[in-house]
Nanobody, 118 residues
Framework: QVQLVESGGGLVQAGGSLRLSCAAS????????MGWFRRAPGKEREFVAS?????????FGTRALKDRFTISRGKDQNTVFLQMNNLRPEDTAVYYC??????????WGQGTQVTVSS
């Protein structure tokens, strides 16, 4: 099994930046697609972005996210990063790292809180 551990969340002012990291441990001999989701208070979970093991085909949930966020994989392929720029109060959420081998996202981290103040 694989464990995912996120880090890098925190409090930032609007317009600021944060970089989230997610490290996979355990069975890392399998190639995973890794990505990020978020859940804002009172809202459904939202897909943010994902990237395959090669890091060549990032996918974003919306154009607005793509314009401000960057997703990348570490050289060891067991980490994924989410660089978030020009943050807005509406980006406030718990951000979850996720991984999958099949089309179903079945591996999840515990989540890291991101709070953007206006």
């Amino acid at each position: 099994q694989v464990q995912l551990v996120e880090s890098g969340g925190g409090l930032v002012q609007a317009g600021g930046s944060l970089r989230l990291s997610c490290a996979a441990s355990g069975r890392t001999d399998v190639t995973y697609v890794m990505g990020w989701f978020r859940r804002a208070p009172g809202k459904e979970r939202e897909f943010v972005a994902s990237v395959d093991s090669g890091g060549d085909t990032p996918v974003f949930g919306t154009r607005a996210l793509k314009d401000r966020f960057t997703i990348s994989r570490g050289k060891d392929q067991n980490t994924v990063f989410l660089q978030m720029n020009n943050l807005r109060p509406e980006d406030t959420a718990v951000y979850y790292c996720a991984a999958r081998v099949t089309p179903v996202w079945n591996l999840w981290g515990q989540g890291t809180q991101v709070t953007v103040s206006s």
